[in-house]
């Protein structure tokens, strides 16, 4: 994982000591700043499956899903895009659809909601990091679709709707949905009726933001996972003539099935096992199946002293010395 300063506090929204370097941080904050990285990179795995043929095509209207995958996508994997976009897609929200809304609450009677309202949108301007983004449209969206669909709906039944998406608890309600692309348009396309009012509220800021959806997706991305591909596979390789010097393997094993034969031909096996894993690694996602098939072959799991925080310490001390911050 690239993780730098700009990408953890823009990107995944998470403030950093000042002046502090990143190999300093607490071991707190450096496995958040990991689990929310893992979120993150699950979910723009997804909205690239989802996004299929069209993700490394220029996108700049909606008409579908795909088309929102891209667009979305492509404002998340750019720290500074990210951070302009959503501060511009927000503005023009509190300047337009959430004035709007305010007004059709005042002509109702129900000025009472507005701080209730105020309390949700206060709380999002807070956030930072794609998480706000994705907030801030799923909240935006669902305002026009108020203003634009719902302004001749009932009292009765246009208050059911600011209960329900205007709640203390709409923002942990919007998050959880960002486990991948599917679950969250799955959340938010039943509630907005298709992508006409995403774009909607898109539109406008996406114009100001044209040249960043007219190039293509980073091309290094590519390059550092082949990077990361080439790196896990030295590691295997490096644990794999550990196994057999620790095995005490002889240069030409007797054809007797003694202890060492025996070993060697563990040692043979789990090679191979391991090496077949290695090369079936496209990502550094694909990290975790070959860590196990290789941690499994090893024979520790159950051995007495063996603890996580052990074998942690272990792997940290081996990238380290490969020179892997």
Same mark, same amino acid.
């Given at each position: 994982?690239?993780?730098?300063?700009?990408?953890?506090?823009?990107? #995944?929204?998470?403030?950093?000591?000042?002046?502090? +370097?990143?190999?300093?941080?607490?071991?707190?904050?450096?496995? /958040?700043?990991?689990?929310?990285?893992?979120?993150?990179?699950?979910?723009?795995?997804?909205?690239?499956?989802?996004? $299929?043929?069209?993700?490394?095509?220029?996108?700049?209207?909606?008409?579908?899903?795909?088309?929102?995958?891209?667009?979305?996508? *492509?404002?998340?994997?750019?720290?500074? !895009?990210?951070?302009?976009?959503?501060?511009?897609?927000?503005?023009?929200?509190?300047?337009?659809?959430?004035?709007?809304?305010?007004?059709? #609450?005042?002509?109702?009677?129900?000025?009472?909601?507005?701080?209730?309202?105020?309390?949700?949108?206060?709380?999002?301007?807070?956030?930072?990091?794609? &998480?706000?983004?994705?907030?801030?449209?799923?909240?935006?969206?669902?305002?026009?679709?108020?203003?634009? *669909?719902? +302004?001749?709906?009932?009292?009765?039944?246009?208050? &059911?709707?600011?209960?329900?998406?205007? +709640?203390?608890?709409?923002?942990?309600?919007?998050? $959880? *949905?960002?486990?991948?692309?599917?679950?969250?348009?799955?959340?938010?396309?039943?509630?907005?009726?298709?992508?006409?009012?995403?774009?909607?509220?898109?539109?406008?800021?996406?114009?100001?933001?044209?040249?960043?959806?007219?190039?293509?997706?980073?091309?290094?991305?590519? %390059?550092?996972?082949?990077?990361?591909?080439?790196?896990? *596979?030295?590691?295997?390789?490096?644990?794999?003539?550990? #196994?057999?010097?620790?095995?005490?393997?002889?240069?030409?094993?007797?054809?007797?099935? !003694?202890?060492?034969?025996?070993? /060697?031909? %563990?040692?043979?096996?789990?090679?191979?096992?391991?090496?077949?894993?290695?090369?079936?690694?496209?990502?550094?996602?694909?990290?975790?199946?070959?860590?196990?098939?290789?941690?499994? $072959?090893?024979?520790?799991?159950?051995?007495?002293?063996?603890?996580?925080?052990?074998?942690? +310490?272990?792997?940290?001390? !081996?990238?380290?010395?490969?020179?892997?911050?």
């Amino acid at each position: 994982m690239n993780l730098t300063r700009e990408h953890i506090t823009l990107t #995944l929204g998470i403030k950093l000591p000042l002046n502090e +370097s990143l190999d300093n941080l607490s071991e707190d904050l450096k496995k /958040y700043i990991i689990s929310e990285q893992m979120i993150y990179e699950n979910f723009i795995d997804s909205i690239k499956k989802y996004a $299929s043929e069209k993700w490394d095509k220029v996108v700049t209207t909606i008409t579908d899903w795909k088309d929102a995958a891209v667009i979305l996508g *492509k404002v998340i994997t750019d720290p500074k !895009t990210l951070s302009n976009f959503s501060d511009q897609l927000w503005r023009n929200f509190k300047n337009s659809i959430l004035n709007k809304l305010f007004n059709l #609450l005042k002509k109702l009677k129900l000025d009472s909601y507005i701080p209730q309202i105020q309390k949700v949108i206060d709380d999002i301007t807070a956030l930072t990091g794609w &998480k706000k983004f994705l907030a801030a449209t799923s909240i935006a969206s669902i305002s026009q679709y108020i203003t634009s *669909k719902l +302004s001749t709906l009932s009292v009765e039944g246009l208050l &059911k709707w600011i209960k329900s998406y205007f +709640s203390s608890e709409i923002i942990s309600t919007i998050t $959880s *949905k960002l486990t991948d692309f599917s679950t969250y348009v799955g959340w938010l396309q039943p509630i907005i009726k298709g992508t006409e009012i995403l774009f909607d509220v898109l539109k406008p800021t996406i114009d100001k933001f044209k040249t960043a959806f007219s190039l293509k997706i980073n091309p290094t991305t590519q %390059t550092e996972n082949k990077m990361k591909k080439e790196l896990l *596979k030295k590691i295997i390789k490096e644990e794999i003539a550990k #196994l057999r010097q620790e095995a005490n393997i002889p240069p030409q094993p007797a054809v007797k099935q !003694t202890a060492a034969t025996k070993q /060697y031909a %563990t040692a043979t096996k789990t090679a191979a096992t391991v090496g077949a894993k290695a090369g079936q690694l496209k990502s550094i996602n694909d990290l975790p199946g070959a860590f196990e098939t290789w941690f499994n $072959s090893l024979g520790l799991k159950d051995q007495n002293g063996v603890s996580q925080s052990l074998i942690l +310490s272990k792997v940290k001390d !081996t990238l380290t010395k490969m020179g892997v911050k």
